[in-house]
């Protein structure tokens, strides 16, 4: 268990709809990270918090948007949902700004 | 080309073996990760890496700095080694990681 929460574990949804994924971080990290594993595509880098700041923007589509809140926990929200949506949300966090990276379980989300 | 490269992309290997997978890289680093994957999707940090050498248990990881390149080994293997194995690198001045395709590792009893 590596500290760090993410929920639902599951998410199933249409077309169009919008949903908020959310993570606690680790007690005491600061740094939030989002991730997105699609099976064509890997691992990639979403976004990135730091005490309440964004600090560092991936392959983050306009439809997708996120924020971390003053307890420092983080929610993804993503909208207007296509088929091509659908995968695993990770969720990771950090002390700081350039330290070890802990992953939360994931969330799997099915665009149908 | 991808700015990670891994290899092998799959191993099979049994119990027991000696295993070494390989991980290349493009560009200047703050850091290097590997990273596990299991079978149920949960990513464990194994190895934040810079320089040199780094041990834990059974794994052990190097990084080559002036040759871009690192490894992670596996002595006395165990089907619970069982896994995806992901290599990250975050880029100097920045945080986030970016991640080779990954190496599915396969251990037989």
């Known amino acids: 268990d590596s500290g760090v929460t993410q929920t639902p574990k599951h998410l199933i949804t249409a077309t169009g709809q919008r949903v908020t994924l959310r993570c606690s971080p680790r007690?005491?990290?600061?740094?939030v990270y989002w991730y997105q594993q699609s099976l064509d595509q890997g691992l990639q880098f979403l976004i990135q918090?730091?005490?309440?700041?964004?600090?560092a923007k991936g392959n983050i589509l306009e439809r997708f948007s996120a924020q971390q809140f003053p307890d420092l926990h983080s929610e993804l929200n993503l909208s207007s949902l296509e088929l091509g949506d659908s995968a695993l949300y990770f969720c990771?966090?950090?002390?700081?700004?350039?330290?070890?990276?802990?992953f939360g379980p994931g969330t799997r989300l099915t665009v149908l | 080309k991808n700015e990670v490269e891994q290899s092998p992309q799959n191993l099979t290997a049994q119990e027991g073996e000696f295993i070494t997978i390989n991980c290349s890289y493009s560009?200047?680093?703050?850091?290097l990760h590997w990273l596990q994957q299991h079978p149920g999707g949960g990513i464990v940090s194994l190895f934040m890496?810079?320089?040199g050498k780094k041990k834990h248990g059974r794994l052990i990881a190097t990084i080559n700095i002036q040759e871009k390149h690192s490894s992670l080994h596996i002595t006395a293997s165990h089907p619970r080694d069982s896994a995806v194995y992901i290599c990250?690198?975050?880029?100097?001045?920045?945080?986030?990681?970016?991640f080779g395709q990954g190496t599915r590792l396969t251990i037989n009893p």
């Open positions: 990771a966090s950090s002390p700081g700004l350039l330290n070890e990276q802990f």
């Open positions: 007690s005491g990290d600061l740094s």
């Open positions: 918090y730091y005490n309440g700041e964004e600090r």
């Open positions: 560009v200047g680093i703050s850091a």
């Open positions: 890496l810079s320089s």
């Open positions: 990250a690198v975050s880029h100097k001045g920045a945080q986030k990681l970016v």
